[in-house]
């Protein structure tokens, strides 16, 4: 069956950085795009940034633009999420999520989704 499984979260101070990973299994990891979202209790699911199935294109939120880079591991079937200068307003569950139709920058595209991952910053 399909697994998203992220990992790599846990509680830093604020400028430090994390590297989050997603290890994807029960599907053609190549025929989908790969993006990440996080969630605070009571708002809604925010887009972060995906990247396509190849690998060739990317697309950022304004938000993390600057601080956050996407990459997959095709070898692997994995795809990372490196955070830097992280602040505390990125405190958030963060979720992977795959795509069929392509880079998308709402969750409505997604076909699966992993059970996310907790990134907590202190200041």
């Known amino acids: 069956q399909v697994q998203l499984v992220e990992s790599g979260g846990g509680l830093v101070q604020a400028g430090n950085s994390l590297r989050l990973s997603c290890a994807a299994s029960?599907?053609?990891?190549?025929?989908?795009?790969m993006g990440w979202f996080r969630q605070v209790p009571g708002k809604e699911r925010e887009f972060l940034v995906a990247i396509s199935g190849s690998g060739g294109g990317t697309y950022y939120a304004d938000s993390v633009r600057d601080r956050f880079t996407i990459s997959r591991d095709k070898a692997k079937n994995a795809v990372a999420l490196q955070t830097n200068s992280l602040k505390p307003e990125d405190t958030a569950l963060y979720y992977c999520a795959a795509s069929s139709v392509g880079v998308a920058g709402t969750s409505d595209y997604y076909d699966y989704w992993g059970q996310g991952t907790q990134v907590t910053v202190s200041s």
């Open positions: 029960g599907f053609t990891f190549s025929a989908y795009a």
